[in-house]
């Protein structure tokens, strides 16, 4: 049985940090390229981050550049998405994602974990 679950959200004021972690079970980790989306109240699902399965290469939005570290541990099967410098406008829920594109495309979700900024 494929899980994602995510874990590590929560209240922050703003110019805070947090870390978030997504523990993934089920399926071959290393395998799977894994990126951190978000969805704002109101607004589409946008991708964050992204990072290969070996870890070696990411990517990231444009818009949280420079603030935000994705990263994993396959011995551990766990991605990380570190966040720094946090603003209002990173409130969302974050979900952790799980890809692989073979002979056809793969993927698992997680169920979510809630980020909100404010004083």
């Known amino acids: 049985q494929v899980q994602l679950v995510e874990s590590g959200g929560g209240l922050v004021q703003p110019g805070g940090s947090l870390r978030l972690s997504c ?34 290469s990411t990517n990231y939005a444009d818009s949280v550049k420079g603030r935000f570290a994705i990263s994993r541990d396959n011995a551990k099967n766990t991605m990380y998405l570190q966040i720094n410098s946090l603003k209002p ?31």
């Open 23 to 56: 523990a993934a079970s089920g399926f071959t980790f290393s395998m799977y390229s894994m990126s951190w989306y978000r969805q704002a109240p109101g607004k589409e699902r946008e991708l964050v981050a992204t990072i290969t399965g070996t870890g070696g």
């Open 89 to 119: 406008e990173d409130t969302a829920v974050y979900y952790c994602n799980a890809r692989r594109v073979y002979t056809e495309v793969i993927e698992y979700w997680g169920q979510g974990t809630q980020v909100t900024v404010a004083s």
